[in-house]
């Protein structure tokens, strides 16, 4: 599946709706390192699933905790999973360095 093919599709925990896919982030050889989810509000700030993680199919990203657990995980932070982690955005265009911070992801050139 194309990387960018999971941008937009809905993240289920085992407890319902966790939000949706925002990006993909991968590494400078191409690999998919982890998601980026938009969870409505519910966390707070976009979260980080490990790419992989989840069960994939056509409609959405299936993953085997709750909501709660999902709220406890790991959180977008540019220093940790932006460009000068090595980390890379396969939907940079949704990223502009001014507002995000000086490390917003980027597409790999």
Same mark, same amino acid.
């Given at each position: 599946?194309?990387k960018?093919? #999971?941008?937009?599709?809905? *993240? ?6 966790a939000?949706d896919?925002e990006?993909?982030?991968f ?6 390192? =982890? #998601? ?12 980080? #699933?490990? =790419?992989?993680?989840?069960a ?6 299936? *993953?085997? &905790? ?10 977008y932070?540019?220093?940790? =999973?932006?460009?000068s982690?090595? #980390?890379?955005? &396969?939907?940079?265009?949704? =990223? ?7 490390? &917003? ?5």
């Open positions: 599946m194309d960018s093919a #999971l941008i937009g599709k809905q *993240v289920m925990a085992s407890d319902g709706v939000g896919v990006d993909v982030l590494d400078a050889e191409g690999t998919p390192r =982890y #998601l980026v989810v938009r969870d409505r509000g519910v966390f707070g700030s976009d979260l980080i #699933l490990p =790419y992989g993680w989840g994939l199919d056509t409609a959405m990203v299936r *993953v085997a &905790a709750s909501r709660a657990e999902l709220a406890a995980g790991d959180r932070d540019p220093a940790k =999973y932006g460009e982690a090595g #980390l890379f955005s &396969a939907s940079a265009e949704r =990223y502009d360095a001014t507002e995000t911070g000086t490390d &917003a992801p980027h597409s790999q050139p």
